[in-house]
C-alpha cells in the first residue's frame, strides 16, 4: 500500500525568506507521480507542483521547487521569497493509476 | 479558478437521510474523482469515474456510490448518513493515468 508521510504539522517563515516542507513516501511501483497541492482557507485545492518518478530533474514553477530523492523515497517543497498569500495548508501527495494519496498535511505561516 | 464546480457550497442533514453532492469536470477531461476530507486531515479517496464506469474505489461502504453522466458531471450519494460522514467532499477531474487531478470547491456536509 501507498503511504504518504509529512512530519511537520506546522512551519512558519518570514515574508522574502525561503521555507522547506518535508515529505516520504512509500510505494512498491516503479512509475508513480508525486505532486505538493496547497489549500487556503477558501478550500480549494491548488496545484503547486509535479514530479514524474522517472524523470531525474527536479520539478521548479517559479518560486516553489522539489527536491525529489527517489531512493530515499523522499519529495521535499522548497518555497523561495515567501509571500504572505502562500500562507495555507500544504499537502503531498502521491498518484499510481486511479487514486491520490495524500499526507497529513503541513500548516504554512508567512510572517510580515 | 481550476474550471471544476460543485454544489451545493454548504449542506446540513439529520443523521439517516440521504444526500446527493454534485459536481461539474473541466472541459476535455475524462475522470472524475471524489475525496472526503475530515477537520484537520489530508483528503481520502472515495472513487473515481471513467467513462461512466467507476474506475477504482477506496476505503468506504456500499452506502457511498456514484454516477458519471456523459457529459463528465458526476454525483457522489450517501445513504443512511452517520456523524462520522461530516467532512469536506472534494470532486477533482483529470485524466485516466498519472496526470494532475483539478481539484472544485468543496461541500461542507454536516450531519447532525
Known amino acids: 500500500a501507498q503511504t504518504v508521510t509529512q512530519s511537520q504539522p506546522e512551519m512558519s517563515v518570514q515574508e522574502a525568506e525561503t521555507v522547506t516542507l518535508s515529505c516520504t513516501y512509500d510505494t512498491s511501483e516503479s512509475d508513480y507521480y508525486l505532486f505538493w497541492y496547497k489549500q487556503p482557507p477558501s478550500r480549494q485545492m491548488i496545484l503547486v507542483i509535479r514530479?514524474?518518478?522517472?524523470?531525474?530533474q527536479n520539478a521548479t514553477e517559479n518560486r516553489f521547487s522539489v527536491n525529489f530523492q527517489k531512493a530515499a523515497k523522499s519529495f521535499s517543497l522548497k518555497i523561495s521569497d515567501s509571500q504572505l498569500g502562500d500562507a495555507a495548508m500544504y499537502f503531498c501527495?502521491?498518484?499510481?493509476?486511479?487514486?491520490?494519496?495524500f499526507g497529513t498535511g503541513t500548516r504554512l505561516q508567512v510572517f510580515p | 479558478e481550476t474550471g471544476v464546480t460543485q454544489s451545493p457550497t454548504h449542506l446540513i442533514k439529520t443523521r439517516g437521510q440521504q444526500v446527493t453532492l454534485r459536481c461539474s469536470s473541466q472541459s476535455g477531461h475524462n475522470t472524475v474523482s471524489w475525496y472526503q476530507q475530515a477537520l484537520g486531515q489530508g483528503p481520502q479517496f472515495i472513487f473515481q469515474y471513467y467513462r461512466e464506469e467507476e474506475n477504482g474505489r477506496g476505503n468506504f461502504p456500499p452506502r457511498f456510490s456514484g454516477l458519471q453522466f456523459p457529459n463528465y458531471s458526476s454525483e457522489l450519494n450517501v445513504n443512511a448518513l452517520e456523524l462520522d460522514d461530516s467532512a469536506l467532499y472534494l470532486c477533482?477531474?483529470?485524466?485516466?493515468?498519472?496526470?494532475?487531478?483539478?481539484f472544485g470547491p468543496g461541500t461542507r456536509l454536516t450531519v447532525t
Open positions: 477533482a477531474s483529470g485524466g485516466i493515468l498519472g496526470n494532475e487531478q483539478y
Open positions: 514530479q514524474e518518478a522517472y524523470k531525474q
Open positions: 501527495a502521491s498518484r499510481y493509476t486511479d487514486k491520490l494519496i
